[in-house]
Antibody, heavy 121, light 108 residues
Framework: QVQLQESGPGLVKPSETLSLTCSVS??????????WSWIRQPPGKRLEWFGYIYDTGRATYNPSLQSRISMSLDVSKNQLSLRLRSVTAADTAVYYC?????????????WGQGTLVAVSS | EIVLTQSPDTLSLSPGERATFSCRASQSISSTYFAWYQQKPGRAPRLLIYASYNRATGIPDRFSGSGSGTDFTLAISRLEPEDFAVYYCQQYGGSPWTFGQGTKVEIK
């Protein structure tokens, strides 16, 4: 049974770079069947999609965020990572990693539990 | 960006009743590119429906999805106690993929 587990710093200062990882157990991040996404949910707001990554690291990003984000896969650690540069209070949110099937990009059938990140000085 | 607007914001119903709620897109979407999720407090979203009407693995048949173009609907035929939650729609036909603001189904 595949499980996803996010981890992160919990608190980040404004203007710094947020780094998150998502550990995948029971499956492989370089699967030819699945892609991986990051999604966040600011308090009381709707879900926001960051982008997806698959294979050896091919990625597509949300156009409104792509100037600040990068995603990567670490096959040796079986993890995916997200970096978000120049954070502000508006980046305070619960961050989720999720999985979907490459045969039909879009829907996400497995999610991690999420990790809360607060941006504050 | 395709904006999804869900209605109503909150639905107050009793167990055993039928629930129906909507999601309207700011532009037309192929029914292939539409999904619904359920989220309970403190939990991650769970995929219910993909490609407008296909139930995800393990989702009971009291959940059904329909719609096309700009109007999509999720129905729960008979509410069970575990169905009281927030429901989100999602489109993945245009970039970026976007979500609705959610409909909360609460116990009346």
């Amino acid at each position: 049974q595949v499980q996803l587990q996010e981890s992160g710093p919990g608190l980040v200062k404004p203007s710094e770079t947020l780094s998150l990882t998502c550990s995948v157990s029971g499956g492989s991040v370089n699967s030819q069947t699945y892609y991986w996404s990051w999604i966040r949910q600011p308090p009381g707001k709707r879900l926001e999609w960051f982008g997806y990554i698959y294979d050896t690291g091919r990625a597509t990003y949300n156009p409104s965020l792509q100037s600040r984000i990068s995603m990567s896969l670490d096959v040796s650690k079986n993890q995916l990572s997200l970096r978000l540069r120049s954070v502000t209070a508006a980046d305070t949110a619960v961050y989720y990693c999720a999985r979907g099937e490459l045969r039909s990009l879009g829907w996400l059938d497995l999610w991690g539990q999420g990790t809360l990140v607060a941006v504050s000085s | 960006e395709i904006v999804l607007t869900q209605s109503p914001d909150t639905l107050s119903l009793s167990p055993g009743e039928r629930a129906t709620f909507s999601c309207r897109a700011s532009q037309s979407i192929s029914s292939t590119y539409f999904a619904w999720y359920q989220q309970k407090p403190g939990r991650a979203p769970r995929l219910l429906i993909y490609a407008s009407y296909n139930r995800a693995t393990g989702i009971p048949d009291r959940f059904s999805g329909s719609g096309s173009g700009t109007d999509f609907t999720l129905a729960i035929s008979r509410l069970e106690p575990e169905d009281f939650a927030v429901y989100y729609c999602q489109q993945y036909g245009g970039s970026p993929w976007t979500f609705g603001q959610g409909t909360k189904v609460e116990i009346k």
